[in-house]
């Protein structure tokens, strides 16, 4: 098994575009969760899915939505993009939801610079 | 609202020295708190939980309800332990991270 995979590794965007990032977790994980990673700073928390429905959202705008796929994939878009949304995102994945009794598999992020 | 703080950005110290990270968080709950470790060019990964009360590549970290802290040690410092290291905390269903410390290791 690869891992947590994320796509594209890395992209460039200008403001008031709108973006879509794809994460596909472990096989047989069905939680995915997505995290946004500022310079400096450590993972921000943005969605969690499980069993494909939202199953928490962290304080980010609306400007931000995820879904999950049949096949536990998911994606997160954001919508109007700012200067301030240039970050890492995080994918992570795990078998069940709650986050204190597993472990969290993070992928390898995708750098998203916003012009 | 849960809060890890991770108070030195950098640390740095000479192989086989000891090595202590500090994290120190607020949580109104029972918390459960994880050190999550980044390696040059590779994910973030777990390195420990509280819970499991284990010790791996020699790290250890006791939880402290009545200093609310979870600090990472190591008795010996190796260089391969040079890397970034995130102290977070469990909600339910999120991780709460800190800002990280950066620990290098010199020979």
């Known amino acids: 098994d690869a891992g947590v995979t994320q796509s594209p590794t890395h992209l460039i965007k200008t403001r008031g575009q709108h973006v879509t990032l794809r994460c596909s977790p472990i096989?047989?994980?069905?939680?995915v969760s997505w995290y946004q990673q500022v310079l400096g700073q450590g993972p921000q928390f943005i969605f969690q899915y499980y069993e494909k429905e939202e199953r928490g959202r962290g304080n980010f705008p609306d400007r931000f939505s995820a879904r999950q796929f049949p096949n536990y994939s998911s994606e997160l878009n954001v919508n109007a993009l700012l200067l301030g949304d240039s970050a890492l995102y995080l994918c992570a994945s795990s078998f069940q939801r709650l986050a204190g009794q597993e472990t969290q598999y993070f992928g390898p992020g995708t750098r998203l610079l916003v012009l | 609202a849960q809060r890890v703080t991770q108070p030195e950005k950098l640390l740095s110290v000479f192989k086989g020295a000891p090595v202590e990270l500090k994290c120190n968080y607020s949580y109104s709950g029972s918390p459960e708190l994880f050190w999550y470790v980044q390696y040059s060019r590779q994910r973030l990964q777990l390195l420990l939980r509280?819970?499991s009360r284990e010790s791996i590549k020699g790290f250890t970290a006791d939880l402290n309800k009545g200093e609310t802290s979870f600090h990472l040690k190591k008795p010996f410092a190796q260089e391969e332990d040079s890397a970034m290291y995130y102290c977070a905390l469990s909600d339910d269903y999120k991780l709460s991270f800190g800002a990280g410390t950066t620990v290098t290791v010199r020979a």
């Open positions: 096989s047989g994980h069905k939680s």
């Open positions: 509280h819970i």
